[in-house]
């Protein structure tokens, strides 16, 4: 990364209040990783300097807003991708233990060997869907917190994610501008598998200034067993919501 890259990042990340100065050797690895992994397999559209340090670190690590992932808490992140936000994250949280979760293949053996090259044994990446996880005793009301970044709309995350948390455990999803009709399929969705929407928090990602929303939805009681539904008809069949299926930020 280069002077203006690591420049980006440190007022980035002080604008959220983090001070990253002595992990900045560790996100200039990730960066190389990330470009090396990207060259080989293709894994992520934002490929500028500029892109990867705002679009990727900065944005990533807005998630830490409002303190609700604090401690020694288990994560599951879903659809990581690249190791997106887990990597931003697990840098300045080390305490966090992650399972970033993802149905590609390659994108999680690419998660594994870069969080071995970076040294971060609490993250530990698993291949698969989450609706097989959210019906595997293994995995289904064990993690302290579901995080998730640019996957899916509101009422697809209550159904795929709820099932995955604990009672007492939250959703901490970062998604863009959301519509009033995302928001309120979302309310109903997370009532439907036993959550409540307790936190919308709309923001500006620092120095870009692009509209975000940070939401939390808690676990409030055991989610009936006929959720989440098979694999696919979350997304094709949003609950309580006929919009466009793909929308994921
Ligand atoms: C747009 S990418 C976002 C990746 C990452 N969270 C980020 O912020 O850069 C969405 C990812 O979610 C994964 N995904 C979508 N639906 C999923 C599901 N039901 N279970 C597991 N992974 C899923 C896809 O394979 C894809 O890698």
């Known amino acids: 990364m280069n002077r203006e890259g690591l420049d980006l990042l440190r007022q980035g990340a ?8 002595s992990q900045l050797p560790a996100f200039e690895r990730l960066f190389e990783l990330l ?8 894994l992520t559209a934002l490929k500028t300097e500029e892109d990867i340090v705002l679009k990727h670190f900065v944005d990533s690590l807005t998630c ?9 808490l288990s994560v599951l992140d879903l659809g990581t991708g690249a190791g997106f936000p887990t990597f931003p994250l697990a840098l300045v949280r080390p305490e966090l233990h992650f399972t970033p979760v993802d ?14 090259q970076l040294g971060l ?18 995995h289904r009301e064990q993690y302290d917190r579901v995080v998730v970044r640019a996957v899916a709309s509101l009422p697809v995350l209550a159904e795929l994610a709820l099932p995955l948390l604990r009672e007492g455990g939250l959703l901490v ?3 863009g501008d959301i519509t009033a009709e995302e928001l309120n399929a979302g309310r ?37 067993s006929k959720y989440p539904r098979r694999e696919g008809l979350p997304t094709a069949q949003p609950l309580f919501w006929n919009a466009a299926p793909k929308q994921a930020r």
């Open 14 to 21: 002080g604008e959220l209040g983090l001070k990253i100065e």
């Open 35 to 42: 470009q090396e992994g990207n060259t080989r397999l293709n």
């Open 64 to 72: 830490l807003r409002g303190n609700y992932l604090e401690g020694s």
């Open 103 to 116: 149905s590609t293949r390659k994108k999680i053996d690419f998660v594994r060997e870069t969080a071995a």
């Open 121 to 138: 044994d609490q993250v530990v990446p698993l291949v698969g869907r989450a609706e097989a996880l959210g019906r595997d005793a293994e």
């Open 173 to 175: 999803a970062q998604k």
């Open 188 to 224: 109903r969705a997370a009532g439907e598998v036993g959550g409540k929407v307790q936190v919308v928090d709309p923001f500006e990602l620092p120095i870009l200034g692009d509209a975000r929303t940070l939401i939390i939805i808690e676990k409030l009681k055991p989610t009936s």
